[in-house]
């Protein structure tokens, strides 16, 4: 069964740094997703990405973050100078109709 | 702007009873739909169960049930049967039928079974 892939499963960084967190959704899909979840929080949207553009973003999606789909497969969210607020679980989902399919995430520990 | 409530933050049921998680929305939308996804240690998120809000049948899959009340914007889950297995964070949540929005999650219900 198709699957989204996220990777690194676990990234370190240190404050100030800039970060790559790479997805590969599943490869019908058109829409694809971030969240995060700090821990111990409930999952945030930060963003969806429809036809090569972003089609809504919520106000933690400042102007640190962004996001890209390089070529057809993969779909990458990128921090600019993380923060140590930034440290969470980053989740990537697809969707086509409605239900959104999840990543396995990637830890993100800004030091 | 949509929100969701999970009322009980964390429940605990002994194997192969029954327990039922609560969800409350608020929305003015007539027509989306609403989820609930399971969070095992692993972190993972995966799927438990999806309803339309335009169907007035409860969604079934295996041994996990809603009881979708529309005008009381109510959506709870039940899983009969409890398994080890079921240990994990439950999410409800929201998503307006305009494919592409986002999902507006609950806080969550850990939820424990005991053997």
């Known amino acids: 069964e198709p699957e989204v892939t996220q990777t690194p499963s676990h990234q370190v960084t240190q404050m100030g740094q800039e970060v790559i967190l790479r997805c590969v959704p599943i490869s019908n899909h058109l829409y694809f997703y971030w969240y995060r979840q700090i821990l111990g929080q409930k999952v945030e949207f930060l963003v969806s990405?429809?036809?090569?553009?972003?089609?809504?973003k919520s106000e933690i999606f400042d102007d640190q973050f962004s996001v890209e789909r390089p070529d057809g497969s993969n779909f990458t969210l990128k921090i600019r100078s993380t923060k140590l607020e930034d440290s969470a679980m980053y989740f990537c989902?697809?969707?086509?109709?409605?239900?959104?399919?999840f990543g396995p995430g990637t830890r993100l520990t800004v030091l | 702007a949509q929100t969701v409530t999970q009322s009980q933050p964390e429940m605990s049921v002994q194997e192969a009873e029954t327990v039922t998680l609560s969800c409350t929305y608020d929305t003015s939308e007539n027509n989306y739909y609403l989820f609930w996804y399971k969070q095992p240690p692993s972190r993972q998120m995966i799927l438990v169960i999806r309803?339309?809000?335009?169907?007035?049948q409860n969604a079934t899959e295996n041994r996990f049930s809603v009881n979708f009340q529309k005008a009381a914007k109510s959506f709870s889950l039940k899983i009969s049967d409890s398994q080890l297995g079921d240990t994990a964070m439950y999410f409800c949540a929201f998503m307006k039928v305009d494919y592409g929005q986002n999902f507006v999650f609950g806080p969550g219900t850990r939820l424990s079974v005991l053997p």
């Open positions: 989902a697809s969707s086509t109709r409605g239900t959104q399919y």
């Open positions: 990405f429809y036809n090569n553009e972003i089609s809504e």
């Open positions: 309803q339309e809000a335009y169907k007035q």
